[in-house]
């Protein structure tokens, strides 16, 4: 689980996030939605530490993360793995190097041992005839999947996804959707996503936080988000003139 | 940004650089990839800029001293001594950083907008680490072997623009560049090499590793790594020199 409380941040006097508080629950793919520039991956961000908050606390199952030193930082960040927007996948090293890096820095796993654990990774989000290729011989949805393989070769607690789908088409996109909703279910993490797909929230929002110039919006379910009547959420979940004619079906039958 | 805050950044980055490896033989291996990025990758356009200065600077010191009171072996003495002192270290030095310095920044610089570092970072990787010490380390141990070839490689090229234009005997160059040699010439070259690799892999690791935007903004720090290295190569070589030979 982890416990945002009263977060705020800044850049060059523009507040960002107010007065954030939120929870998510473990076992659970929470999501965090809102229009673009509305804060999401600023408090992504935040969260992890790759920005320091200005106010406010972090708690990791109770571990304020705001509080603790460089050393200490790097600890949780192990029990950590992220999804980047774009992959972030290192160009010079192949598919396997990839996911193999985490368990080359920080364990001393014979090679053998690390090759067996990243093939099951790569198995897990099948890709399984990639090992050999690099990063730029990868199509967008190969991409993904080796960077989640990445992240969760080291088995972790709390599984963060920033824009897990952007770039994709919709079908490659529910793919992937499916992939962090199995994993979250089969290794009980914390996993955070930011998205502005609804086709994703539908999919998979078992929480879903809706961000709104700076502030908590809304929180609730997939379910609750289509009876809301939050204006604010309305706007942003019926913008397109095919979902306004679904909502107006709805409401006239 | 002002000044100091800039080397205050700097000062910051190179904490996090010089701090304890996650595993040292990880960096080993990543020092020894450098070496063969950064060092043996540029031994070409070393051999060749040598080549060519070694016999330029033979040619042209050949043709502004004639006259029957200089002996002609001196030619061969200034062309040896331009080289060991100034040439083999500053100017290859100056090209490096043209070079090596364009290729950290943009590499390092890409890395920051894909956003590799933060993956580095979010592993619990320290990035500026990981990331810069092979390079320098690299580097400071690779350039002295480079300013060598370049000395032995610029001589040649003194000796081949003799043989070739016949602009003096063979000979006297031969005995030129062996009259009066003082072998500290060669350790303050080196000493120089050594100041200038730290100089050129840390600047222009620092300009990339700080790189906001995309890649327009990559570009721009690479130039400003290449053009602050160079400044700062140049300064090295006055306050070397006063130190090492005054």
Known sequence: MIRVENLYKSFNGTDVLKDISITFEKGKTNLIIGRSGSGKTVLMKCIVGLHEVDKGNVFYNDRDFVKMDFLQRKMIRREIGMLFQGSALFDSLTVEENVMFPLNMFTEMSLEEKRERTNICLCRVNLTEANKLYPGELSGGMKKRVAIARAIVENPRYLFCDEPNSGLDPKTALVIDDLISEITHEYDITTVINTHDMNSVMEIGEKVIFIHEGYKGWEGTKEDILDTDDENLNDFVFASNFAKKIKERQLGE | ?246
Do not use: C
């Not at chain 2, 160059?173 to 003082?182: D, K, N, V, W």
């Not at chain 2, 620092?206 to 690479?222: D, I, M, N, P, T």
């Open chain 2, 1 to 246: 940004m002002n000044f100091f805050s800039i080397f205050g950044r700097y000062l910051i980055l190179m904490t996090r650089v010089f701090s304890k490896p996650e595993k040292h033989r990880i960096y080993l291996r990543q020092t020894i990839k450098e070496i063969e990025n950064l060092g043996l990758n540029s031994v070409g356009i070393v051999i060749i800029i040598s080549i060519f200065i070694g016999a330029v600077i033979t040619l042209q010191t050949r043709y502004n001293l004639e006259s029957s009171w200089i002996p002609l072996y001196l030619i061969g003495l200034t062309a040896r001594d331009t080289l060991l002192l100034e040439f083999s270290s500053t100017m290859v030095g100056l090209i490096l950083a043209g070079k090596v310095g364009s290729n950290i920044a943009s590499e390092i610089g890409t890395m920051r907008i894909t956003e590799q570092i933060d993956a580095l970072e979010m592993m619990g990787i320290n990035s500026a680490s990981y990331l810069i010490l092979p390079k320098i380390l690299a580097a400071m141990v690779f350039n002295p072997f480079l300013t060598l070839i370049s000395m032995f490689v610029g001589l040649i090229g003194g000796w081949f623009a003799v043989i070739l234009t016949g602009a003096l005997p063979s000979s006297d160059y031969i005995y030129g560049i062996q009259y009066l040699f003082i072998p500290f010439y060669i350790t303050y070259a080196l000493v120089k090499t050594v100041v200038y690799a730290f100089i050129i892999t840390s600047v222009s690791a620092f300009y990339g590793y700080y790189v906001q935007g995309g890649a327009l903004e990559v570009g721009r720090s690479s130039t400003r790594g290449v053009v602050y290295s160079s400044i700062l190569i140049l300064l090295a070589d006055l306050v070397l020199t006063q130190l090492m030979l005054a």
